[in-house]
């Protein structure tokens, strides 16, 4: 079995065209240093991860006492809020000198954001000083995820 890049699941090179089986596999699979298994009671089987193993699809804005927080939906229909314990990163892409943006779901799984998703949290972004770096990124829940030094992206925004 394979996680194409783009979310899209494969058994024996075919797409897997059901949700509710996605789904179901979605539920089971666990990562184990830099590996991906399906795991069952009876059964350990070893799954191809192209990049991420879910995609964030949706995501909506709500405030609290904290202020902003982020809610993602993913593309198997997991919730997660974007807070301490499900802290977005972003990673350099080899080659385009851009960034990579994921979303932590659950026990080393993790979902990469859209680029549309990803447009709408750079409109979110702002400017803190971290450890005297000026860095851009995106608040939620109280927590300040830095994207990339400011003076980096002068001229881009």
């Known amino acids: 079995m394979r996680i194409a890049g783009d979310g ?38 070893g799954i191809v991860v192209d990049d991420a193993p ?14 902003r927080v982020l809610s993602f939906r993913t593309n198997v229909d997991d919730q997660v809020t974007c807070d301490v ?12 000198g851009g960034l990579k943006p994921y979303l932590h779901v659950r026990a080393g799984l993790w979902a990469k954001v859209t680029r549309a998703l990803f447009y709408d949290l750079v409109e979110l972004g702002e ?13 939620s829940a109280g927590e300040f995820f830095p994207m990339a030094p400011a003076d980096s992206l002068q001229g881009l925004r």
């Open 8 to 45: 899209t699941w494969y058994y024996l090179a075919s797409p897997i065209g059901r949700p509710a089986l996605v789904r179901l596999f979605a539920s089971i699979l666990k990562r184990e240093g830099e590996r991906y298994f399906l795991v069952t009671p009876v059964e350990k089987c």
């Open 54 to 67: 879910f995609l964030a699809v949706e995501m909506a804005i709500a405030h609290d006492e904290t202020g």
């Open 85 to 96: 314990d499900h802290p977005l990163r972003f990673e350099a892409e080899s080659g385009t």
């Open 127 to 139: 400017e803190r000083e971290i450890k005297g770096v000026r860095m851009f990124g995106v608040v």
